[in-house]
Nanobody, 121 residues
Framework: QVQPVESGGGLVQAGGSLGLSCTASGGTFSNTAVGWFRQAPGKEREFVAAVSWSAQYTRYADSVKGRFTISRDNVRNTVFLQMNSLKPEDTAVYYC??????????????WGQGTQVTVSS
């Protein structure tokens, strides 16, 4: 059973950059699509980005397109989310999820515990 584990969250000023990582505990990501979601206080969990197992296919939410980049290293069993030009509205708990490239939380079977990203204005 794959258990995603996120790391790399923190506090950053608007316009800055932050990188998140997601590793697989108890399994491997190498043959699994992985996505990132985020949830701000009082809001529903929303799709951010996803990458296929081979990294040949990626998709992004319109709100992050051009600013965020999802990538993966299957040798290191890690998926990355590089976030540039951050805005205060990017503030949320970011979750890594395995099993799909879908845009709905229900598309994913395995979820991490989340990592907080806070963007100050």
């Amino acid at each position: 059973q794959v258990q995603p584990v996120e790391s790399g969250g923190g506090l950053v000023q608007a316009g800055g950059s932050l990188g998140l990582s997601c590793t697989a505990s108890g399994g491997t990501f190498s043959n699994t699509a992985v996505g990132w979601f985020r949830q701000a206080p009082g809001k529903e969990r929303e799709f951010v980005a996803a990458v296929s197992w081979s990294a040949q296919y990626t998709r992004y939410a319109d709100s992050v397109k051009g600013r965020f980049t999802i990538s993966r290293d299957n040798v290191r069993n890690t998926v990355f989310l590089q976030m540039n030009s951050l805005k205060p509205e990017d503030t949320a708990v970011y979750y890594c999820a395995a099993g799909s490239v879908g845009a709905r939380p229900a598309d994913y079977k395995y979820w991490g515990q989340g990592t907080q990203v806070t963007v100050s204005s």
